[in-house]
Each structure stands twice: as C-alpha cells, then as structure tokens.
C-alpha cells in the first residue's frame, strides 16, 4: 500500500515511516500541510495519515484541499484528545481518527481493513 | 411596569432600617452582587445600588423599570431572558440565566441573574425579585484555563505517541528491525521521555499556576505596591541590577493575586533570558497605565516573536532554565483583567514587555 505520512513532528514521521516499511508499505512524507497538499492529488496513494496540528495550515485545511475520495482515504490523528474533534474529522468525511498517543496494532488493524485502490 | 416613585426612594424603600441597609449595601458591594424586586401589582420596580453598578449606572440615575432592564440586555438574548421571567411569572418556578447586557458606554458583559417568585394567599404571583452580578471576568478566565489545560494535554500527548510507537515497534518488529533504526528508536525514546520529564518540570514550577483563591476582583490596585511585592517574592539572581521607577500615585484595575502573578511572571523572564541590568517602570495616559518590564539581554528569538504568547514556545536558542510558560501566563492574566501584554525590542539590544491595564486613579491628580 502507498502511504502519504503527514506529520511534522520528527521523531514520529521516523517511528511510523519504519513501522510502516517494516510492514511492506510504501511510505511518502511530508512534514507540514504544505507539502501534503502537493502530495494529496497522486492518484496511487492509498491512504492518507493527516496530523490535524501542523505548522502551516492545520489538517482540516488540508483535507478542505482533497476531493471526497481522498477524504475517504484519510485518517486523521491528533494529540488533542477531545471526542468533539474526533466527530468533527468524521464529519468532514475522512475514513477515521486516531487520537494520540496509539498503538501501532490500532492502526495495523485501521490498515489492514482499508481497501486498496484499484488502478484507474 | 415602570415605578412611578422617585428613584431614590425607590431604592431605599423596603429595604429596611439604616444600620441594616447599610450592612446589606456593604455584602452587596463586597459580593458584588446587585439584587432587585419587582411587585406584580404596582409595577413598582426596585434596584439596589449594585445593581445600577452591575448595569453600568450609577446608583439612582436611571429611573428603574422593566423595560431599562430589559433595554440593556443583549438583543440576541433578550427573547430568552424575557421568555424566562415570564415563565416565573407564570409558573412559578424559579430561573437562573447567563446573559450579556450593553452597558451605556457600549461595553458588552456577561451576566448571571437568578429569579424567585413571591406568591399570595390566593396562589398568584405578587413578586419577584432576584440577584445579578457581573460574570465577565471569571467566565474569561475559566476559558482561559480551558484552553491552558487543553494545550498541557496536547503537549503530554505529543511525547507520550512517540515513546508508544517506540515500544510498540521495538516489540513488534524484533528481527525484521535493522540495527540502525533499532538504536534510532532507542534515542527516540530517550529524548521523548526527556521532553515528557520537562513538561512535568514545567508545570511544578509555575507558581501562577496556583489555584486562585477566591473569586477575581477587579479593583483599584496601586502600582507601586503590586510591583513592590512582586519583586520581593521572585528571587533575583546576584549579579542582577534592577531599577525601578514607578509613580506612587499610580493605580490601575486589577485583581491583587493575578497583577502579583503577571508581574512575577515577567520579573522571572526577564532574570531568566535578559541580562544583567533589568528596569521596572510604569507610565500612564489619562487611561491607561502601562507596566514596562526591560531588559539588556538578547531578546526574544524572531523565530518564535509572534507565538512567544503560545504555552511551551521557547527560543530555539534558549539554554537558560524555564518553562515556556511563564509568557503564556502573563499575557493571559493580563486578557482576564481586561489588559493586555506586548513585547517590543529595544533598541539597541534586550527585551520590553509591556503590561497595559486600565488607570483607575486620578489623572487630574498629575497635572496638579
């Protein structure tokens, strides 16, 4: 699977890119809203991990940037733990949320049941 | 509904004897807590002399009435607030509402009014009468402390991911984990615990993070004394010069604990981050009184000037001690008393932050 890894805190871009590769997942980063949104629009990304704080736009700014299919593709994290932001990352039509801290069997298990794209 | 009776006889009529309406007016004032009542029948409307205060008045300068009341509050909620007075009226069940009224100068507050119902032998409602104080500041400065604890979560949360999905890779990924990227996690690991150890360090070390005894109070508080203390209740580093220039006269609209906190708070920084030369001094306009904090240091970090009000922001460059939210306390102390606090750089090199509160005191007094 292709993921697009949008987190700017370094430490964990590191610990869920190796997770992920170490999983037999592709893995393209980005560390900031900017960078994510010159990536959203591939059309071989298969999942989209969008941090909502980030330094320049926010998330939901990011995913305002998507269409609706790659919203459908996203899950959202976010170390601001409160269930308003978790209904309102649903609302705004991504896939799920993952509030951190997580363990990496959650979002195996988020992985595992996310269908690959078919090729178009 | 209006009263008929003049209002200085309105206010005191009812209210009992001398002695005890000047104990009354003195639990009022201190409680800061207007009451009024309001007899079905006559239309008789009386307002204590807080309650002109809590509305923006001056005792007695308004005649009171029903529909003043109702005048000064809120356009978006007054259908509510009317609603529910007539509901007592009708019902008899007692209310309890959070409104915001429009002051006569335009200043918008925020109010909490409770209503009770008197009713006679034949079961109708003959009065009603109720409290209203002035919630402005304390409902500010529990969101303040809202989004504060929200962003400590934030800041424990960040840390705690990284060192779960350090242990989680550690024990899921034994053999298929290069070396390299094992010991990258393992000092991924050190440095969040690390980080996580400072968070908790930070907030033991916040004094104006003590719980606020009491409610907020704003009142006229003098300068010199606030700074005084303040200065006696940080410990200052030897080397340390301070200079202190404020006028005596000088007093502003402040709550006594938060001033002391802001003003502590700033003493630290600057003991902290500037040099060795730090000058305290206030001046004022006819309305306002500003509170300069200087110092001969480096500066604030452009880097980090415009979120350097953001809890846990320090200077990238920043080796002395602190906590990041020393600032973020200061500049929100100085919102909750309808302040505020800016920094400018001095020219020449060091740092000047600039607490803004509002002159209580006389101006005239300075021309004299």
């Known amino acids: 699977m292709k993921i697009l890894l949008v987190e700017d805190e370094d430490d964990l871009r590191f610990l869920l890119t190796t997770a992920l590769e170490v999983g037999g997942h592709e893995v393209i980063q980005a560390a900031d809203g900017g960078a994510a949104l010159s990536h959203v629009a591939a059309p071989d990304v298969d999942l989209v991990l969008l941090d909502i704080r980030l330094p320049d736009i926010d998330g939901f700014e990011v995913l305002a940037g998507m269409d609706a299919a790659a919203r459908r593709r996203t899950v959202m994290m976010s170390a601001h733990g409160d269930a308003e932001l978790a209904s309102r990352a649903v609302e705004a039509g991504c896939a799920a949320y993952l509030p951190k801290p997580f363990r990496l069997e959650e979002l195996r298990s988020i992985i595992d049941d996310f269908p690959i794209r078919q090729a178009s | 509904m209006s009263a008929d009776a003049p209002p200085d006889r309105a206010r005191s009529a009812e209210l009992g004897d001398a002695p005890a309406r000047r104990r009354l007016a003195s639990i009022e004032r201190l409680a800061q807590v207007g009451f009024w009542e309001w007899t079905i029948g006559t239309g008789e409307l009386i307002w204590s002399d807080e309650l002109y205060r809590v509305f923006g008045h001056e005792p007695g300068d308004v005649r009171p009435s029903y529909e003043a009341w109702l005048a000064a509050i809120h356009p978006d909620d007054r259908p509510e607030v009317q609603a529910l007075v007539e509901r007592a009226v009708r019902t008899h069940e007692s209310y309890a509402v959070d409104h915001r009224i429009i002051r006569p100068d335009g200043a918008v507050r925020l109010v909490h009014g409770r209503g009770d119902v008197e009713v006679g032998p034949d079961g109708e409602a003959v009065r009603l009468s109720g409290i209203a104080s002035d919630v402005t500041e304390s409902r500010r400065a529990s969101e303040h402390l809202h989004e504060f604890v929200s962003e400590v979560a934030h800041e424990l949360r960040t840390p705690l991911a990284s060192i779960q999905s350090s242990v989680d890779l550690l024990r899921l990924t034994r053999q298929d984990l290069p070396p390299e990227a094992r010991d990258a996690t393992m000092t991924v690991l050190g440095r969040q615990v690390s980080r996580l150890r400072s968070v908790a360090n930070a907030l033991l070390e916040i004094d104006a993070l003590r719980p606020i005894s009491g409610g907020i109070s704003l009142v006229p508080v003098r300068v010199e004394h606030a700074v005084a203390q303040a200065i006696s209740a940080v410990p200052r580093p030897d080397l340390v010069l301070l200079s202190v220039d404020v006028p005596s006269q000088l007093e502003v609209k402040a709550d006594t604990e938060l001033l002391g906190r802001a003003l502590g708070a700033l003493l630290s920084n600057a003991y902290q981050h500037g040099g060795d030369?730090?000058?305290?001094?206030?001046?004022?306009?006819?309305?306002?009184?500003?509170?300069?904090?200087?110092?001969?240091?480096?500066?604030?970090?452009?880097?980090?000037?415009?979120?350097?009000?953001?809890?846990?922001?320090?200077?990238?460059?920043?080796?002395?001690?602190?906590?990041?939210?020393?600032?973020?306390?200061?500049?929100?102390?100085?919102?909750?008393?309808?302040?505020?606090?800016?920094?400018?750089?001095?020219?020449?090199?060091?740092?000047?932050?600039?607490?803004?509160?509002?002159?209580t005191d006389d101006a005239e007094g300075d021309r004299l």
């Open chain 2, 277 to 359: 030369a730090i000058d305290v001094r206030a001046t004022a306009t006819d309305f306002d009184v500003t509170i300069t904090v200087e110092d001969d240091g480096p500066g604030v970090d452009p880097a980090v000037r415009d979120t350097m009000f953001a809890p846990f922001v320090r200077s990238h460059a920043a080796t002395a001690p602190g906590s990041g939210l020393g600032l973020t306390l200061a500049h929100r102390l100085a919102l909750v008393m309808g302040g505020r606090l800016t920094y400018t750089s001095r020219i020449g090199g060091g740092a000047r932050f600039s607490l803004v509160l509002e002159r």
